[in-house]
């Protein structure tokens, strides 16, 4: 049976439409962000250049040609500017104007001035691959993580779409040119249905891609405490009753140890709360510098903070404490033109025959706290040494 290329052109360009109500509906419901709105935008100048082209010969050329082929050009750019923001990638904003500039003017050459078909054809092909370029280098590049599970697949197709329009570039290139874009042709055929299946796959993944962002973030803000960036209490306890468990076991050496910020209260009345919350971040940042990548940083409350080491004797938390402890001595923070000091006070416990659960070995580390908040502050205590 003989497909039909304007009915399948007509099919993908109602299928694009599709997505890009579906995409303006996403854009709508997930906070108007600026890189669902660009792909709402690219996906729209794909539907109206390919319905532009489907037009032909009913409306003049100058529309059904140049301008609805630069829509579709266009359209590619703009999508790949956005999975470049999403994707966390700079590409020029201009990237799709100088792209659908230099579509228009090869466009209008080679139908007004000398036309040729076939070298349209061909131009037209490189140029969706090159559109497609920087998008596929944006996702395929993504660091490993639960992002490159969505980031990946919707690569690969941007990929065998980028390499079916140079399939189609090369065919046209050494067959014979096809009297118009709507010849019976084997090769015009494939590539319609390749568009179709390819739009559709792409926008389910871009929308995929969305939701899991957003679903990223919003574990992100149940987890995490959204001034200081470490572990709220809730998290902290499910993942560190995990690390306990795994602990014991394979009878691994566990510590944790108890951080508290002397005379907080006193800051916050001579400096204000602005300066606390400084001082909390500043506080934040330079623990989690000093920790391994496997050790947990979490804002127990108000002041204090818990820091869970997993496979670390006594000993050396001692040391990772103090690290801390010298670096939280010896560091100022300048607000409202003046430099203010704060130390920091640590209980450290670990786990052994006498301290059976985490509950208890935290309640241990917070005895050592006290022992350091009443020996003078500005000091590192541990369990053991009571």
């Known amino acids: 049976m003989e497909l039909d290329n304007r009915t399948l052109l007509l099919v993908v360009t109602f299928s694009t439409a599709v997505q890009t109500a579906a995409m303006f509906y996403v854009w709508r419901m ?26 032909r010969p009913t409306l ?38 100088w792209l659908g500039a230099f579509t228009a003017s090869i466009l209008a050459i080679f139908t ?15 140029l969706i691959s090159l559109s497609l370029l920087p998008a596929v280098l944006a996702l395929l590049s993504a660091p490993a993580g639960p992002l490159r599970r969505t980031y990946w697949p919707v690569g690969c197709v941007l990929v ?6 140079i399939a189609r570039a090369a065919a046209t290139a050494i067959g014979d040119t096809p009297a118009d ?19 559709n796959l792409v926008a389910l993944g871009l929308i995929l891609m969305i939701s899991q962002r957003l679903q990223l973030e919003l574990d992100r803000q149940t987890s995490y405490d959204g001034l200081t960036g470490a572990l709220n209490r809730r998290a902290f306890e499910r993942v560190a009753e995990g690390e306990w468990s795994r602990a014991v076991r394979h009878d691994l050496p566990l510590s944790i140890a108890v951080l508290d910020l002397d005379r907080f209260k006193a800051l916050n009345d001579s400096y204000g709360h602005d300066a606390g919350d400084v001082w909390l971040k500043s506080f934040a940042e330079l623990a989690r510098g000093l920790l391994r990548r496997e050790d947990l940083l ?26 801390i402890r010298r670096g939280v001595d010896g560091m100022r ?5 003046k430099d203010i000091a704060v ?44």
């Not at 065998?160 to 329009?165: C, E, Q, R």
């Not at 409350?301 to 040391?319: D, R, Y």
């Open 160 to 165: 065998f779409h980028s390499l079916f329009s």
């Open 112 to 126: 007004f001035a000398s036309p040729n078909i076939g070298v349209r054809i061909v131009v037209l092909s490189i």
């Open 30 to 55: 997930q906070l108007r962000e600026r890189s669902v709105a660009q792909l709402t935008l690219g996906l729209a100048l794909v539907a109206l250049g390919t319905f532009l082209v489907v037009m």
């Open 343 to 386: 130390t920091v006070s640590i209980g450290v416990s670990t786990r052994n025959e006498a301290i059976t659960s985490l509950k208890s070995m935290i309640a241990a580390a917070d005895r050592a706290l006290y022992r350091a908040k009443a020996a003078g502050r500005n000091r590192v205590e541990s369990s053991e040494g009571s």
């Open 181 to 199: 874009s709507f010849a019976s042709s084997l090769v015009t055929a494939a590539w319609f249905l390749e568009s179709f299946a390819a739009i």
């Open 60 to 97: 003049p050329p100058i529309l059904t040609i140049v301008a609805g082929n630069t829509a579709i050009i266009a359209g590619h750019a703009i999508v790949s500017l956005a999975v470049c923001e999403f994707a966390g990638r700079h590409l020029p904003t201009s990237f799709p104007i």
């Open 298 to 323: 979490c804002r127990y409350g108000g002041e204090e903070f818990i820091a869970l080491l997993p496979q670390t004797p006594v000993h050396a938390a001692m040391q990772v404490a103090d690290r």
């Open 333 to 337: 923070i300048s607000h409202g033109g």
